[in-house]
């Protein structure tokens, strides 16, 4: 690999692509589509708030007037939500090149999603995995069509809590943070597993953003971590545009593989530009991967049309 540091310039003309970027209204998400939008793909930004998506849709267009961006309301947090998304986008599209699996929410209290699931695990793991088989069609119909899920240096203290999934008998709101973003690289892995094993064309790689400035964690509705983030972050992080870059390299390079992990070059991957990381030992556990497919697909009612893996 090439010793010049990877940045927004090297995304390569994103003309007649469609990208769905989810949480697009803030954060990595408004920097990821700000991006693509720049290098001339068709971006439709996901957003629960359909004020805020337009807010963000003005944002970027400032930047670049003639920007090709649609936003569409989704809360990921709601199974229902998903699927009514999937079907509309299913009937509008003929095919999708690349779904960018980034919106998350980060150490709420403890609460369940309208189908009974912790939330954060619903928003940030269970409404990716069933958005990504419900455009899988889509996906397989598209150009050099890749899914990037978006995970976490938090991924390296999770595991999953099978025994506890929703936190009735012990919750902590970061330990169950960690716990989704460990399911969302056990996912992107697996994914990418089973799409080679069944001759898809589509590529499942993973980012992470490292230590970033975004509003996720000032934002949170825990106090403590509100308290830090806002105290902390300034000094430790690197901008939101620069934490988008890992996954803008997964999305776009011509040169990315399915299966690799994107994060910052620096110390510890906190901060620096994009290249292939790795995931904890316990992320590529074949035993792991399939419990939390199987258990995915009794969750969300959605299974993967592929090939027997």
Do not use: C
Request: aromatic fraction near 6%.
């Amino acid at each position: 690999m090439s010793s010049r540091q990877w940045t927004v310039a090297d995304i390569p003309d994103q003309t007649g692509r469609t990208v769905v970027v989810t949480g697009a209204n803030s954060g990595l998400g408004i920097e990821t589509a700000r991006a693509l939008a720049g290098r001339g793909a068709r971006v439709i930004m996901t957003s629960r708030s359909e004020e805020k998506g337009r807010k963000a849709v003005e944002d970027i267009r400032a930047d670049h007037p003639r920007a090709n961006l649609e936003v569409r309301t989704l809360d990921l947090e709601d199974l229902d939500s998903v699927a009514a998304f999937a079907d509309r986008l299913t009937a509008d599209l003929g095919r999708l090149d690349v779904l960018v699996n980034n919106a998350g929410v980060m150490a709420p209290p403890r609460s369940l999603s309208p189908q009974g699931h912790e939330r954060q695990f619903a928003t940030n793991h269970l409404g990716h995995f069933a958005l990504t088989g419900r455009l899988l069609g889509l996906l397989e119909a598209g150009r050099d069509p890749r899914v990037v899920t978006v995970s976490s240096l938090a991924h390296r203290h999770g595991k999953i809590h099978f025994d506890d999934l929703t936190g009735a008998q012990r919750y902590s709101a970061v330990g169950y943070y960690s716990q989704s973003k460990f399911a969302n690289a056990v996912f992107g892995l697996e994914l990418d597993r089973r799409l080679r094993a069944a001759g898809s064309p589509v590529r499942s790689l993973i980012a992470h953003p490292g230590f970033s400035a975004t509003r996720l964690m000032a934002n949170g509705t825990n106090l403590p971590i509100r308290v830090v983030g806002s105290l902390v972050m300034p000094f430790v992080t690197q901008s939101q545009a620069d934490g988008a870059l890992p996954q803008l390299r997964a999305a776009t390079d011509p040169k990315a593989q399915g299966g690799e992990y994107y994060g910052p070059k620096g110390k510890n991957e906190r901060k620096g530009p994009p290249v292939v990381v790795d995931t904890i030992p316990e992320a590529k556990d074949q035993g792991t991967a399939n419990r939390l497919w199987t258990l995915s697909e009794e969750l969300t009612g959605v299974k993967f049309q592929l090939a027997a893996a």
